[in-house]
């Protein structure tokens, strides 16, 4: 839940819809909770009895009070329910390798081919997928802010349409998804990457934008409760989109730096974020001994989120109607994980003398969410990427069969140029008919396109459209 979902929960309706509600809880929490006079430590006691538990109504809806202490809890948990259709007939097959030379019978200068390969025989196109959730929340009251703890764990994966492109099994595994601590401005754990805008859409299934849980140490500093400004440390291996080949990221020699800017008046949202992110290459190493290179790449993010009652518009007659847009867009050199894209391109290229070639893109995202009643919604979401991708001019001088396209490359200069770009189309519907049940349909689209350019000449582009659904149930404790 945004800052404009806590709106709609503060008005009544978000009772019926709370996304992520623990979360959501932790940043108002931060943003609008009063540093307490109260200078006592928490206690160690042993467990209370619930009965013992006294609400906080200061804190938010389903707190409680840790008997004799000043701590505040909340714990939560969600379970949904999904079954997804996929219709797919073909997909982008990326194949990456290094063209043997004389020197380097074992291959030296990259190369990567795209073709369509075919699934309809092969891929699970009924798939039932199983989420369950628990979150602890504490906030706990003291003269330097809220001290706030939040602990995620889970067996499934946030839902967007990169990932799922990704695999075609659930996991079974129940992992930490975020853990972390939050007092004083600093914010130290696993926690949603601060470069991120605060969902990649408002349906089901996130669009192309950057959605990443992530180590990270952070500060933070709120002005007037308008403006809030943060410098945080990221876990780069969480960012490193390589494929071993072409790119093959080395050890890490420094953290990413993320930056970010909000500004919240009433009613809507803006976002700056940006981040510098270091590629350490050893595949150039490894097969011809070249030097370990490496070379800095960024990224930078815009968005905005408004809300709209649109009784104030159109009347009496919409009262109990609500809207929200969110527009955000991403550009990247060198880390293309920070687009929220499919796995179709690497951060960058590698030649045989440790030379590295920065993949350049960009992705954006519009999402609409209408609230027909308190207890219905419909969403809309249009996304999309470009990601471009190139090697150096190298030196062939034999004849280089591959193995994968039965193509030979004969002496000469050569080099590639990659471009792919896709764009994806979404519409859901929910319905709450409980507080905290939910059921809901979604229908997706993706359109993707790659060709590539070997030594001057354009080979044949690749396109593959894609048709998906899920229908699910959620239940929100």
């Known amino acids: 839940m945004t800052q404009l979902e806590s709106d709609h929960l503060l008005e009544g309706v978000g009772m019926k819809f709370r996304y992520l509600p623990i979360v959501a809880l932790s940043l108002v929490g931060l943003a609008a909770l009063p540093a307490s006079a109260s200078s006592d430590l928490p206690r160690q006691k042993t467990v209370a009895k619930a009965k013992d538990m006294q609400r906080c109504p200061g804190f938010g809806y389903g707190f409680f009070r840790i008997p004799e202490t000043l ?40 190369v990567l081919f795209v073709a369509k390969q075919n699934l309809w025989a092969t891929a699970n196109h009924d798939l039932s997928m199983f989420d369950l959730e628990f979150t602890a929340l504490t906030v706990t009251p003291t003269d330097d802010g809220p001290l706030v703890t939040f602990a995620d764990g889970r067996n499934g994966v946030d839902v967007t349409l990169a990932n799922s492109r990704l695999s075609s099994l659930p996991s079974n595994n129940f992992f930490l998804d975020q853990g972390w601590v939050s007092w004083a401005g600093l914010t130290a754990g696993k926690h949603q990457s601060y470069f991120d805008f605060t969902s990649p859409g408002y349906g089901f299934f996130g669009g192309y934008s950057s959605l990443t849980k992530t180590g990270l140490l952070a500060y ?77 790449g960024f990224a930078v993010l815009a968005g905005m989120e408004l809300r709209a ?42 030649d045989a003398d440790g030379t590295l070639h920065l993949s350049q893109g960009a992705s954006a995202l519009i999402s609409y969410e209408h609230l027909w009643t308190p207890f219905v919604k419909s969403t809309l979401t249009f996304s999309g990427y470009d990601v471009r991708s190139s090697s150096g001019l190298a030196s062939l001088t034999a004849v280089s069969p591959t193995v994968t396209q039965q193509t030979q490359f004969t002496s000469g200069l050569f080099n590639f140029r990659y471009h792919v770009r896709g764009w994806a189309a979404q519409f859901g519907n929910e319905i709450a008919p409980e507080s905290g049940l939910i059921f809901g349909a979604e229908v997706n689209y993706t359109h993707d396109t790659a060709k590539a350019v070997y030594s001057g000449v354009a080979a044949n582009p690749v396109t593959v459209g894609i048709w998906s659904g899920a229908a699910y149930v959620k239940r929100l404790f």
């Open 309 to 350: 009652h649109w009784s104030d518009y159109f009347g009496p007659g919409a009262k109990g109607m609500y809207g929200r847009l969110m527009i955000s867009g991403a550009y990247a050199n060198g880390a293309v994980s920070y687009l929220g894209m499919p796995f179709f391109a690497s951060d960058y290229v590698a």
């Open 71 to 110: 701590t505040c809890l909340k714990l939560g948990m969600d379970i949904v329910y999904e079954n997804k259709l996929d219709f797919v007939q073909n997909e982008l097959n990326l194949q990456t390798l290094r063209l043997p030379t004389p020197a380097f019978p074992n291959g030296a200068v990259p």
């Open 220 to 296: 933070s500093k709120s002005f007037d409760n308008l403006v809030s400004v943060t410098a945080s440390l990221e876990d780069p291996t969480s960012r490193q989109q390589v494929d071993g080949v072409i790119s093959a990221v080395g050890p890490s020699r420094w953290p990413d730096v993320v930056g970010q800017v909000r500004f919240a008046p009433k009613n809507a949202l803006f976002q700056l974020s940006g981040a510098l992110h270091q590629n350490v290459d050893t595949t150039a190493f490894n097969c011809c001994q070249a030097p370990v290179r490496s070379k800095e």
